[in-house]
């Protein structure tokens, strides 16, 4: 059987939606929601105009998290985590926090620009420094202390998904398959396509070399500070 589950900004997680999914194997929809209103709408406006998303994030979470099973992952800066309680406070009073798989914070990461350099509003990796892991344990004990689900995973260093042989697989939007999040739009990662029957050389590739070593050796890669394969290693 195939399973699948979507990482989504929740405005087009309808029942509808949900319900037209689920025959081909849809199980669990992991939401993006980075705080209260005043935060989240700040960080993930609608595009070309900046009008809010909160309102129909939320009011989607709570008609579809009985149709199947529901996840929020949310980031955070420095600047924006004293807020989070009051977000986790928000889920209890509203019945979400007892239906909610997990909920998952974590601070902002890099990603790449298309030219291969880092871009984004942190430059420090999740788990990098002590502070980051200070500020991770806390999450933590906010999300137990009101009886909120955590993911398994919690302070785990991830496995280097390149060389997992069944490990998971990413489709992007255009239908091209990665094996790690990071590199999404980096076509020269690309392990094949949806509408293709065999992977491409590239997951071969992946499969036979111990690519992480490569990546602890090449210091200058600009994957390495946020890449699973040097966060596990």
Known sequence: TFAFRLSTNGTLLTPQVVKSLAPYGLKHAQVSVDGLAEIHDKRRPFKGGGKPTYPIVMKNLQDVVDLLRVSIAGTYSAETREHIPGFLDHLVASGLA???EAVQFDMESPYLDDGGAKCSRS???SLSSEANLTSA???RHELFARGIGVEKTVLQPPACALGLQNGRCIIAPDG????C???LGQTQYAMGHVEEEELG???CDAMTRELWRGCLEESDCPFVCFCGNACGC
């Not at 091209?176 to 094996?179: D, H, N, P, T």
């Open 137 to 139: 344990l806390w999450l």
């Open 176 to 179: 091209a398959i990665y094996k």
């Open 201 to 203: 050389d590239s997951h």
């Open 181 to 183: 999040s990071p590199l």
């Open 98 to 100: 007892a239906k909610l």
């Open 123 to 125: 430059s420090a990796c």
